[in-house]
Structure formats: structure tokens, C-alpha cells
């Protein structure tokens, strides 16, 4: 299973605005560019949400029955580990084999030896033509590379090893990620981490490093634009460069996770892959959910007050809601409006307070951020909940496929 050059994680929580999420790739299409989906549901989501792995693949099956989809699509066991990838062998034909949490274990005295001993004649790939972060890497260095990134390696391995006993070598598409990290990874660390995924026999197609600067969850990156579009396109080039140089797919290529909503990136990574003639994985899925509360505000009536009982309901539990998302969102609560006045609002006031538009001055990130972590909320309305997007289907999925197609696809994929 070969996956295409351009992939876009889409999915979402509450699995009804699959059709919606195709329209965009099919508006892609007619515009020259296809992107195939990647429906991706994380072990996390499933376990607040209270849904199961193939819930994510039926849902992805009837979307693209809907709308005719004739291209490929995929099913995503999201930041799996050994411990949970047994629940979604069935129903993924794509596997992100999350080893951020392996990062920093020491591999035996023995492995880092044969690590070295292999690795040591590439490091006369520096310097690295277009790399100049990096313009050598030690012996030392290589040693430090070794004992931080080998055990994760190996982890990867190990679940890489055991989905494809179960599925077959040939029928899942296997990315490797280490975006949960705590440091990000430099491009010569990426270099020497393909060249131990190529080692231990992962085929690995595409790789999600964490970049530099902090991707929160939708909203616009927080960090040095300039340090990441060096970082980038210095990734694209050490990528080429393993793929010549290693036992690696030939389509293997980057990842970037909680990509909803990277704006000032955009334009950069639109660059960087159109100069490299790059392919790019793009994970976003957790704004879709905040489409629908756009729609329901927007819809009225029933479908504003359930957007405002979902914010009351999240303000109070607070704590709880953000837990799982620690180290990834990053809320000023002084900065979050009182309950007792988002249920005065309109409409608009709803809509202006939570669509991601920097100029509008009505925009509220820590509203957003709130709401975005605040889905387990509307996962208890259970069937209600689901009834009103029943009922404001047309509106919400017209956010919906604006939300990803104009906002994201448009200026990541089509040339301005
Ligand atoms: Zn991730």
C-alpha cells in the first residue's frame, strides 16, 4: 500500500461530517490537485468520545460512498502503542506508531554499539548540501544520538513488526511519530532516526517529527516562523536525502501533526513543498468539532443554545477537560468570557468569538482552545447532541468544508 503524495488527516469526533470534509478534497480535485483523506480518530478520542476503531472506518466508508469518492482513502489508528493497536487492526489500513514516550529510554550497551558501527561511515553526509543548521556531526554526537532515539527506534520497530504480522506487510501505510516529545528533533537527528527506522526494517512512509516552536490545537502556531521555514525545508532535504541513502519507501515523507490552523505557516510549507516536489501529510481532524458548535451557533434557536450549554458546561469542568491535553493547549483563563454572557449572545457573537479569524477582534483563542478540548461535554448530550447536528446538518457542513478547503487546503496545496 503505497500512499499518494499529497494526504490530509481528516475525520471527526462525532463522525458525521465525512461527506462534508470530501467535498473539499473534491473541490481539490477539480482544481487540478488531489489529496487523498486520512480519517484519523486517536485511542485518546475514542476513550472520551466512548466510541470504538470501527466506528471511525464505517464512517469513513459511507462518507465516501455518499459523495463518490473514487480516489483512495485510509483509516487512521492514531498515536498508537503497543498497548492499544490491537483494538484497531481491523478497521485501519494506516498506523501512526507514536514512540515519543520511548524517547530518552536506553537501548542496550550492545544495540547502541552496532548503532554506531553502522551509522559511523554517514556522517560523512555532512555537510549536507542545503543543510546548515548542521554542518557536521561528531562521533560524539552520533553516540548521543544513539542512546536519546535507539530505544524509540526499536519500539517502533516492535509495533511495526507486530501489525504486520497480523495485516501483511503490504496492507497498512506505517508513519512514525515523535511530535509529543518535549525537545524537537533537529534535521540531522532526523537523518540518523530514518537511517535506524531503515536499520530495524520499518517502512516508514511518512515521519512526524516535532518542529520547533509549539503547534497548539486550533490555533496559529506560537514560535519563530523563520526557525521553522529553515527547519522545514532542511527536513524536505535530509527526507531526499535518507531515501537515496537508506532502505527507505521511496514516498516517504513528512508528517505535520496538529496542523489545523497553522496559518502563518501556510505559505511557507506551500513553498517548501512545490520547491522540493515534496509530498506532505497534513493531520488535522479537532476543528471539525468546532465547525459543528460554529453551525449549531449559527443554525439558532435549539442549536445556539446547545453551542452555549457545551461552553457553560466545559468552563465548569475546566480542569478536567484540559488534562489530557496538558501539554498542547495553553489557556489564560482570565481571558475566558463568563458563562453568564456567552448565554446572552447572539448568533454572531457566538460565530465571531470562535472562528479561528485573527482580524476579526471578536475572536477568542482561549474560548477556542476551551471549546476545542470541550467535546466530552457534548459526547454526554449522547443522542441529543447528535440530533441537533442532524438537524443543522446543511449549515454545519457547509463550515465544514469552507473550514478545510479554503482555510487549509487552498493555501497549503493549490498555488496562489
Ligand atoms: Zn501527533
Redesign the pocket.
Known amino acids: 500500500m503505497i500512499l499518494e503524495q499529497y494526504s490530509i488527516g481528516v475525520g471527526d469526533r462525532f463522525a458525521h461530517q465525512g461527506a462534508a470534509q470530501l467535498c473539499a478534497l473534491q473541490e481539490a480535485e477539480r482544481r487540478g490537485v488531489t489529496i487523498v483523506p486520512v480519517w484519523n480518530k486517536s485511542f485518546r478520542e475514542h476513550s472520551i468520545v466512548g466510541t470504538k476503531p470501527g466506528d471511525t472506518r464505517s464512517a469513513a466508508d459511507s462518507a465516501v460512498k455518499e459523495r463518490g469518492w473514487k480516489n483512495s482513502y485510509y483509516v487512521d489508528a492514531?498515536?498508537i502503542g503497543l498497548k492499544n493497536v490491537d483494538l484497531f487492526i481491523d478497521s485501519s489500513n494506516f498506523f501512526?506508531l507514536?514512540v515519543a514516550d520511548y524517547i530518552g529510554k536506553t537501548a542496550g550497551e550492545k544495540d547502541i554499539e552496532i548503532f554506531i558501527r553502522s551509522m559511523s561511515k554517514y556522517l560523512a553526509a555532512f555537510p549536507m548540501p542545503g543543510v546548515r543548521t548542521t554542518t557536521k556531526v561528531t562521533e560524539a554526537e552520533l553516540l548521543a544520538i544513539g542512546r536519546k532515539y535507539l530505544y524509540a527506534v526499536q519500539e517502533a520497530g516492535r509495533i511495526y513488526r507486530h501489525i504486520a504480522a497480523k495485516k501483511g506487510l503490504d496492507h497498512f501505510v506505517a508513519e512514525v511519530?515523535t511530535?509529543?516529545a518535549n525537545e524537537p528533533q533537529t534535521p540531522a537527528q532526523l537523518f540518523f532516526i530514518l537511517a535506524a527506522l531503515s536499520h530495524e526494517g520499518v517502512k516508514v512512509q511518512t515521519i512526524?517529527p516535532k518542529f520547533t516552536g509549539s503547534f497548539l490545537k486550533g490555533i496559529d502556531y506560537v514560535g519563530s516562523v523563520a526557525a521553522f521555514s529553515t527547519e522545514f525545508e532542511e527536513d524536505l532535504l535530509v527526507i531526499a536525502h535518507a531515501v537515496k541513502t537508506f532502505d527507505l519507501p521511496k514516498n516517504l515523507k513528512l508528517s505535520v501533526?496538529?496542523g489545523s490552523d497553522k496559518f502563518s505557516l501556510y505559505p511557507i510549507i506551500h513553498r517548501a513543498i512545490k520547491k522540493h516536489s515534496a509530498g506532505l501529510h497534513l493531520?488535522t481532524a479537532g476543528t471539525t468539532w468546532l465547525e459543528e458548535l460554529i453551525g449549531l451557533a449559527m443554525a439558532g434557536g435549539a442549536g445556539l443554545d446547545t453551542a452555549k450549554q457545551v461552553y457553560v458546561k466545559a468552563y465548569d469542568r475546566i480542569d478536567e477537560l484540559c488534562k489530557p491535553y496538558e501539554t498542547v493547549i495553553d489557556i489564560d483563563r482570565a481571558k475566558l468570557p463568563d458563562p453568564r454572557t456567552v448565554l446572552s449572545w447572539t448568533s454572531e457573537e457566538y460565530a465571531n468569538a470562535l472562528r479561528h479569524n485573527q482580524k476579526d477582534p471578536r475572536y477568542n483563542l482561549h474560548f477556542r482552545q476551551l471549546l476545542h478540548v470541550g467535546y466530552k461535554v457534548a459526547a454526554e448530550m449522547g443522542d441529543s447532541y447528535l440530533q441537533m447536528l442532524k438537524a443543522s446538518r446543511e449549515i454545519i457542513g457547509k463550515n465544514v468544508t469552507e473550514n478545510l478547503f479554503d482555510r487549509h487546503i487552498k493555501p497549503i496545496f493549490l498555488s496562489s
Open positions: 492514531d498515536h501512526t507514536d511519530s511530535d509529543e512526524a501533526h496538529s493531520k
